[in-house]
């Protein structure tokens, strides 16, 4: 019973073996060379070019300033439409670059930003839609990418939680003209801290490179405002350790997954939230929605239990960003326009969720949530 003594977390992060590590800081110490694109560096890109199939990427020490510097990059200004559910950082990078952001409720199923409700919040300020793929469940790409055509609008993804996603034989970040990955310890693929953007449009790449590292063009020229957003060789390194143990944590977690699908699936007042169709899934995270009715419970009540058990689910994404108090007093906060959002922040749970998790540990989880009061 020594496995019930530890806390179980939601996910831990994809350890290399040090060794690994350490071959790649053998070099780095002969170069003496830790930033400003180095040679892991430009491995590091040049790998993740080819496995995640992107026209143009740029590394970064983490998602949220790539995240601010394609907004920069896209000269956005004036209002984004954007989803209240999510991370912080979606609408802070909004926040940051001076505009404001219009919070458009979700789709109850998907729980990506609804594109029919997109249309009626563009007004003559608009300049893009900011959706993020929640869990690697992509956005209505298609019909999103509708909408900005008809009204001359920029498309912007946060794809933290979608490394390797592919939806309808396209990489995830073929959608839209800039898509953002984390690269955080949580996510699955990480550098210990990073990030990128993909995008198409090859115009964009010197540009984001002169913005993330200060707007420099050469020793004589300093060209925009940028900021230092730079990936260092440390974190290319751990990237270049990391990688090539991602495929198989993906099979281990989608083992995990059909365990947890077959023991919840069935019940009634659970949701387990899937990618659709013609969609890869980044195993990212496994997600419920629990309809407090149908179960009899509230999905604070599974938490609760689960957490006097030392077992750490999480409530992605709860509280709705449109609840924090720099936000909520935007007319597009108000509850009574994000019906779906609000319903659905109640009721989402993320239950622990990485290859390590033991049988035992997947059944006491299982088991946990099943035993109602
Ligand atoms: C993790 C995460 C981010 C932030 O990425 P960092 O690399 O930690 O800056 C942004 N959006 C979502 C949805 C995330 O999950």
């Not at 806390?7 to 780095?28: A, F, G, H, S």
């Not at 594109?115 to 959706?131: D, M, V």
């Not at 990073?194 to 995008?199: K, P, Q």
């Not at 906060?333 to 609000?342: F, G, M, V």
Request: charged letters at 25%; a negative charge; one cysteine or more.
């Amino acid at each position: 019973m020594t496995e019930s003594d530890e806390p179980i977390l939601v996910t831990r992060p994809l350890m290399p073996k040090l060794e690994n590590y350490n071959r790649y800081l053998e070099d780095i110490w002969v170069s003496k060379w830790l930033s400003n694109g180095g040679a892991k560096h430009r491995e590091l890109e040049a790998r993740l070019k080819e496995y995640i199939d992107a026209p143009n990427i740029s590394l970064f020490n983490n998602g949220t300033t790539a995240l601010m510097t394609a907004v920069q990059s896209l000269r956005l200004q004036g209002e984004v439409i954007t989803t209240p559910f999510t991370f912080p950082a979606t609408t802070h990078v909004l926040a940051w670059n001076n505009i404001t952001p219009v919070f458009c409720d979700i789709d109850p199923i998907r729980l990506t930003i609804d594109p029919e409700k997109i249309e009626r919040l563009i007004t003559a300020k608009t300049t893009a839609i900011l959706g993020v793929h929640v869990y690697g469940v992509p956005c209505h790409v298609d019909e999103i990418q509708d909408i900005a055509d008809r009204h001359g609008l920029r498309v912007i993804y946060d794809g933290a939680h979608s490394f390797t996603t592919v939806h309808n034989g396209r990489p995830i970040a073929d959608y839209g003209d800039i898509t953002m990955f984390s690269f955080h310890p949580t996510k699955l693929f990480h550098t210990g801290e990073g990030g990128a953007l993909v995008f198409n449009d090859s115009n964009l790449k010197q540009r984001i490179e002169y913005l993330k590292n200060f707007g420099i063009k050469n020793e004589e020229e300093v060209l925009l405002p940028g900021i230092n957003g730079k990936m260092g060789e440390l974190q290319a390194a751990m990237g270049l350790s990391v990688l090539p143990l991602v495929k198989e944590e993906q099979g281990l977690r989608s083992e995990i997954r059909k365990i947890y699908t077959d023991a919840l699936g069935e019940v009634k007042g659970i949701t387990i939230i899937k990618v659709p169709e013609n969609t890869t899934s980044s195993e990212q995270y496994f997600c419920i929605c629990i309809d407090e009715v149908e179960f009899g419970e509230s999905r604070d009540d599974i938490y609760d239990r689960l957490k006097a058990s030392n077992i750490m689910a999480r409530k992605y994404f709860s509280p709705l960003v449109s609840e924090y108090p720099c936000y909520s007093s935007l007319a597009s906060a108000s509850r009574k326009y994000l019906p779906q959002a609000n319903r659905i922040t109640k009721n989402v749970l993320c239950l622990p969720f990485y290859g390590g998790l033991s049988q035992y540990d997947i059944n006491r989880v299982i088991n946990l949530v099943l035993l109602r009061k």
